[in-house]
């Protein structure tokens, strides 16, 4: 069997790392896998991941996300290779490949979000019911998104299927704690972790709030993006600039997990989480905003704890439950642990053979 996956870039962020490992595994399993990234991108580290498993990755390098030459660079990637499966992952990468229609036996979708401006447009509703039609299959990451896509696009229901994401559960369960001092935290100050690019979705800003009423609690952010500045000045003047601790892009998050007390997810939507499961596979609580999919994979006061989505007071609240609660903490890493085991890589990758072979 060859695959091709196709997706926008290979910066490191969710559906981007998912893919990688994805891909990986599959070689791993004698799956001939490749990968086709759209637009150019500066971070090579999963590029090169990818490159070292034996993954052969096509970089089109195109600079503009609307460049009407991508679907014929598409057709042609694919003119001389026989692949069985074309699975395409985000906008705008999906949308070009359905327009490419590249030459294979099936195409499949992965839809990654329960929330997306296009749904709500209705001049735009003929056109995503063209797009979503060319494919055969649409992989859905939870429940919620295929509830949401489904209420927009009815007709197509019968398509779409629910195949959780998943993480190396084994790796982050037995990494070993970074070490506090080297991250500036002090080695008895209660710690919560966030891993999240920075974008309005994910609301940095009621984490900082939270961290003003929450004495001596310092605040890992690890990640990249637009409104990092923003979030920088933010804590300065909410006067917790001494802790919060903005780290960038880091490749030992499982160890940055292990170090810490509990890890925060404060998004005003998502799709799915696999930040929260990786902290979860770590075995720390988390505490994470009451929206579509969080709750669907944090099970409040058994895996973690839900607050209302931008309430910093809430918030707090419920992190100072974690912390000052010795017997709600162990039943709620007792229980991350155990919620992360239904989102296993090698149940993913099982679940997408199985897809793939029907």
């Known amino acids: 069997m060859r695959i091709l996956n196709i997706i926008n870039n290979l910066?490191?962020?969710?559906?981007?790392?998912?893919?990688?490992?994805?891909?990986?595994?599959?070689?791993?399993?004698?799956?001939?896998?490749?990968?086709?990234?759209?637009?150019?991108?500066?971070?090579?580290?999963?590029?090169q991941r990818l490159v070292q498993s034996g993954v052969v990755v096509h970089s089109l390098d195109f600079s503009f996300r609307y460049d009407m030459r991508i679907p014929g660079a598409l057709r042609r990637l694919a003119e001389n290779t026989s692949y069985d499966i074309v699975h395409a992952n985000l906008f705008p990468a999906f949308y070009w490949t359905a327009l490419a229609r590249p030459k294979c036996k099936r195409m499949i979708l992965t839809e990654h979000n329960t929330f997306n401006r296009r749904q709500h447009n209705p001049l735009l509703k003929p056109v995503e019911r063209f797009v979503y039609g060319r494919y055969n299959s649409i992989v859905c990451i939870t429940n919620s998104v295929r509830d949401s896509l489904a209420t927009s696009?009815?007709?197509?229901?019968?398509?779409?299927?629910?195949?959780?994401?998943?993480?190396?559960?084994?790796?982050?369960?037995?990494?070993?704690?970074?070490?506090?001092?080297?991250?500036?935290v002090p080695f008895d100050a209660p710690l919560c972790i966030m891993v999240s690019r920075f974008y309005k979705p994910k609301d940095h800003k009621t984490?900082?709030?939270?961290?003003?009423?929450?004495?001596?609690?310092?605040v890992l952010f690890a990640g990249e993006g637009e409104l990092e500045p923003a979030a920088k000045r933010h804590a300065q003047e909410a006067g917790v600039g001494s802790r919060i601790h903005f780290l960038g892009l880091r490749s030992d998050i499982p160890s940055l997990l292990k170090?810490?007390?509990?890890?925060?997810?404060?998004?005003?939507?998502e799709g799915f989480s696999l930040?929260?499961?990786?902290?979860?596979?770590?075995?720390?609580?988390?505490?994470?905003?009451?929206v579509r999919a969080l709750n669907e994979i944090v099970q409040d006061k058994v895996s973690g704890l839900l607050f209302d989505c931008g309430d910093p007071k809430q918030l707090a609240q419920k992190i100072g439950m974690v912390l000052h609660d010795q017997?709600?903490?162990?039943?709620?890493?007792?229980?991350?642990?155990?919620?992360?085991?239904?989102?296993?890589l090698k149940n993913t990758v099982s679940k997408l053979l199985t897809l793939y072979n029907s």
């Open 327 to 344: 017997v709600l903490n162990a039943k709620l890493r007792q229980g991350a642990l155990a919620r992360a085991d239904d989102f296993s």
């Open 153 to 184: 696009l009815p007709l197509l229901a019968e398509r779409m299927s629910v195949i959780y994401n998943g993480v190396d559960t084994e790796r982050f369960r037995d990494a070993r704690p970074a070490n506090r001092q080297e991250l500036g």
């Open 11 to 47: 910066q490191p962020a969710g559906a981007e790392s998912l893919l990688a490992e994805i891909a990986i595994a599959l070689q791993k399993k004698g799956v001939h896998s490749e990968v086709a990234t759209l637009f150019r991108y500066p971070e090579k580290s999963l590029y």
């Open 259 to 269: 170090a810490s007390d509990l890890c925060v997810h404060s998004s005003y939507n």
């Open 207 to 218: 984490v900082i709030d939270a961290a003003a009423l929450v004495p001596d609690l310092h």
């Open 275 to 290: 930040a929260v499961v990786e902290a979860m596979a770590c075995g720390i609580p988390v505490v994470a905003s009451d």
